[in-house]
């Protein structure tokens, strides 16, 4: 049985985040810096990973959202 994956464009809404979610990513990346301080000072290894690489996702969201931006824009620049 071969699986195809179903690709479709996204609406324009879904190219930017929301601000309700933009602010709750931006809440969570401050609990997870002060989670971060706190774990630094007498967690194990892992714990500071898990959360470093938490904290790493999240950025790379806005960083996304940011490319996404782009990308739209260039690309109705190029069908108009």
């Known amino acids: ?6 690709v479709r464009k996204p609406k324009h809404s879904e190219m930017t985040l929301s601000n309700q979610v933009k602010e709750a990513v931006q809440q969570s990346k401050e ?8 774990a630094a ?3 194990h290894p ?3 990973s898990m959360l470093s690489d938490i904290l790493t996702r999240l950025d790379s969201l806005e960083t996304m959202e940011d490319f996404m ?7 109705e620049k190029n069908q108009a």
């Open 1 to 6: 049985m071969i699986l195809i994956p179903i």
């Open 31 to 38: 609990s997870l810096r002060d989670a971060l301080a706190f």
């Open 41 to 43: 000072r007498g967690e």
């Open 46 to 48: 892992i714990v500071i």
């Open 69 to 75: 931006d782009k990308f739209s824009v260039t690309k």
